[in-house]
């Protein structure tokens, strides 16, 4: 094969990897997205800043989904690229039934400690009323909030991108529908917005864990592959873990925001944080769609051995994500207006808070892009430790400026804590990564 049509090679792998990925992650944001259009045209700026105060604990819930998914995952698709697929089956029968364990860990956290969770924000009055409306559906449907997230990137590491694309884009439609019916049509408010999540993540769980029973998985699972081995599971959150650690991070990062603006401002305020939240979320779903995408690829190959290879797909995935969030920089500023009263057209000042807000919040966000796809990196190559290390490293850095900002610059000191910290992080990370680059290239 020529250098040439390796390349195209390269690039048709990477793109049939990394589109259905990015399909699949920006269609799951419709579910918060949807979600927070029809709160906002229905209930207001109250109910974003209730279902603001209740992200922290969701997105606790969520990040362990993604620690058993992307470990299980990452851990099986580096045993089929050694050859040993008997062990990536065992593998995947663990991280179902590790699923299963974490889910009800989860869900005795969540009823312990879930209301604690909206009133260390400082919820009071109509916002923690309806930030309980929304957690009392979800401590149901725990389990499903978790396998909603686990599940495709089970399937994706299975060599099934589409599939697992299609499921994502079925519970998303599924959502929509019942975010409307819900909340438009029967005025169900939170509760309604909560059960509309909850049964679209039902679909996509049991679909989901039915793939690894059919003959289109290419690691088809049997009943004897369901027991939980405490080695594997070790193993699955070692690598997992730093998913985990990521979400932990925005649910902190997020709670002390929340705090921070009803501390400077009010409920207004925390209503055009969740505005800006849900728009910022695109574009790290699209980063994180494009690492999630290379990483199957990235681990088979540093598996096989093919560590060229393997370095092509790790460019790419740095080259889209970051160009990426440069773009999204000057789309949101120019088309800041339109996008914003999509969510609300009648509160003014809703629409002035939110529009100041995400000049200033946004303005390095393509450093998210990279910090995603270093972590994603390090979690291809098992390098859990690393992986873990850059989270924890964001969650140090961003929590002092959050703390020194805002004494000093107000409202604006807590809009400007992210990009002054993604610029520091950065450059850890950056370091981090090129020794491990140096390194490679050695092997």
């Keep these: 094969m020529t250098q040439a049509s390796a390349q195209i090679s390269v690039n048709r792998q990477f793109w049939r990897y990394v589109l259905p990925t990015v399909a699949a992650m920006l269609v799951s944001g419709l579910y918060q997205l949807v979600d927070g259009i029809f709160i906002g045209r229905h209930i207001g700026a109250e109910g974003l800043a209730a279902i603001n105060i209740a992200w922290p604990i969701v997105g606790v819930l969520y990040g362990l989904g993604m620690m058993v998914g992307v470990g299980a995952g990452a851990l099986s ?12 089956q065992a593998q995947l029968g663990n991280g179902l039934v590790l699923l299963l364990l974490v889910s009800a860990l989860a869900t005795v956290g969540l009823w312990a400690l879930g209301d604690w969770g909206l009133r260390i924000q400082d919820a009071e009055g109509p916002v923690l009323a309806l930030g309980q409306d929304y957690l009392a559906v979800l401590l149901f449907a725990v389990p499903l909030a978790l396998g909603s997230m686990a599940l495709p990137f089970m399937l994706r590491n299975d060599g099934a991108p589409n599939r ?18 819900f909340i438009a049509e029967l005025g169900w408010g939170l509760t309604g917005a909560a059960l509309a999540t909850a049964l679209a993540q039902a679909l996509v769980t049991l679909l989901g864990v039915a793939h690894f029973f059919t003959q289109a998985a290419q690691t088809r699972l049997r009943v004897a592959d369901l027991r939980l081995r405490p080695f594997d599971a070790g193993r699955s959150c070692s690598i997992g873990l730093s998913s985990m650690l990521m979400y932990g991070y925005f649910s902190v990062v997020i709670a002390l925001h929340n ?17 800006v939240g849900y728009l910022m979320a695109f574009y790290f779903l699209f980063a994180e769609g494009v690492a999630s995408g290379a990483q199957p690829l990235i681990s088979l190959h540093y598996g096989a051995g093919q560590y060229a290879l393997m370095k092509r797909y790790a460019r790419r995935m740095l080259v889209v994500a970051v160009g990426s969030g440069v773009l999204a920089v000057v789309l949101f500023n ?49 390098a859990g430790r ?19 900002l805002p004494p000093w610059l107000g409202l604006d000191g807590v809009w400007l804590a992210l990009p002054i910290s993604n610029v520091v992080l950065s450059l ?9 680059w140096q390194r490679l290239a050695k092997l």
């Design 164 to 181: 697992a694309t299609a499921l994502i884009v079925l519970g998303a439609l599924t959502n929509i529908l019942l975010d409307w019916w």
């Design 334 to 382: 120019l088309a800041a207006g339109p996008l914003i009263r999509v969510f609300n057209d009648a509160d003014p000042a809703l629409f002035e808070a939110t529009r100041h807000g995400l000049r200033l919040h946004m303005l390095a966000i393509y450093l998210d892009g990279f910090l995603f796809c270093v972590g994603v990196f390090f979690q291809s190559l098992g």
């Design 77 to 88: 698709s580096l045993s089929r690229g050694e050859g040993h697929q008997a062990r990536a």
């Design 386 to 404: 690393k992986a873990t290390l850059i989270t924890l490293a964001n969650m140090g850095i961003q929590l002092p400026f959050l703390l020194l």
């Design 259 to 275: 705090g921070l603006f009803l501390s400077y401002g009010d409920a207004t305020v925390v209503g055009a944080y969740a505005i």
């Design 428 to 436: 850890v990370a950056g370091t981090l990564l090129w020794r491990e």
